[in-house]
């Protein structure tokens, strides 16, 4: 069996793999495979292990005449047409689960960074700015005690929720449906989007990028919330409406953003959202913790392997291809 791997592995995940298996492998270290190179490749492939980088659209499954397993190493994959797949007996890998835990560490994390102002405070040492103690220099907001809106209350959703209970923090929720387990275990309330967006001190975004969530962040939505309240997004960036945004963190809407997503990625350094100061801006490293990666890995390798024998994958994005 042909596999292309679109991203440079270490040896040691490669290595057991090619007695049986005939290898492609793109090695160019944190840049995707060209799109034509690509596109190319999936010709003789008989499986993918991929990530979030690579579109896999009809014109990608239009070349790919082999391929039997598309298996992405992320728990979101919407930059893959999952209709399409199914349409042609393609089944799609994914790795939720292993990455819950970091990925609610991250989106702590930026939510305490944008909370108590670290990028600026960062920058306030490194530019020399810092002269004196001074009683209101750099305040930010309060963290203890304060009420968290969840938006997406799936894994990740709930393992912020078990962090923010150490804080003391009120908990909201929105959710497509209601999750009474979380309500039950994390004492968390399901509310409508508008009454989390007006309550919250901080709105974290973890739904995943569907056509009913798209740019569900919109000028309406910022509006709705607090003047001192700060947004974190963590999901997708597509999630939200950039421009609007801006607005509210330029018309002082809210006091501040946490960002590891955007509409487009990577974003440059020069993007107007980038430039702001009460925009912590980070780049898609949710995940990033070296464990979790290899798991990720491991297990976007095992789906990868039951997938080109026609098994029924570890975890898989379209289950229904299993009853073609
Ligand atoms: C990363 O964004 C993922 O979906 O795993
Ligand atoms: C600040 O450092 C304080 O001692 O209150």
Redesign the pocket.
């Known amino acids: 069996m042909r596999l292309l791997f679109t991203r440079a592995l270490d040896p040691e995940w490669i290595e057991p793999l090619k007695d049986e298996h005939d290898i492609r492998m793109w090695t160019e270290e944190n840049i995707p495979m060209p799109r034509e190179l690509f596109l190319k490749e999936l010709e003789e492939a008989d499986g993918v292990f991929t990530n ?1 980088t690579d579109r896999f659209d009809v014109e990608a499954f239009e070349r790919a005449k082999r391929l039997k397993v598309v298996s992405t ?5 919407d930059n893959i047409d999952i209709k399409e797949a199914t349409k042609r007996g393609v089944s799609v890998g994914h ?1 939720p689960g292993v ?1 819950t835990e970091a ?1 609610a560490d991250l989106t702590f994390a930026l939510l305490m960074a944008t909370g108590r102002r670290l990028r600026e405070s960062i920058d306030y040492v490194r530019n020399d700015q810092w002269k004196s103690w001074g009683p209101f220099m750099l305040t930010g907001q309060a963290i203890y005690g304060t009420t968290l809106g969840i938006i997406g209350m799936g894994r990740i959703g709930q393992a912020v929720a078990k962090r923010a209970k150490g804080f003391n923090m009120t908990l909201l929720y929105h959710n497509r449906s209601r999750n009474e387990q979380a309500e039950k275990e994390l004492g968390a309330t399901y509310c409508s989007l508008d009454h989390l967006l007006a309550r919250s001190d901080y709105v974290v975004l973890l739904a995943p990028s569907t056509d009913e969530t798209r740019k569900m962040m919109g000028p309406a939505q910022f509006q709705k919330m607090k003047s001192t309240a700060h947004f974190i997004n963590t999901s ?1 960036g597509t999630n939200v409406d950039e421009q609007a945004l801006y607005r509210a963190l330029t018309e002082g809407w809210i006091a501040g953003a946490g960002l590891d ?1 955007y509409e487009k990625e990577p974003i440059s350094a020069d993007h107007p959202l980038v430039q702001l100061p009460n925009v912590v801006a980070l780049p ?1 490293i ?2 990033a913790e070296v464990g979790t990666r290899r798991e ?1 890995v491991r297990l976007a390798i095992e789906n990868l392997l039951l997938g080109i024998k026609g098994k029924s994958l570890t975890h898989i994005a379209n289950p229904e291809v299993l009853e073609k």
Do not use: K, P
């Open positions: 979030l190493m992320a728990v979101g994959y790795t990455l990925t997708r997503v898609h949710g995940s990720m």
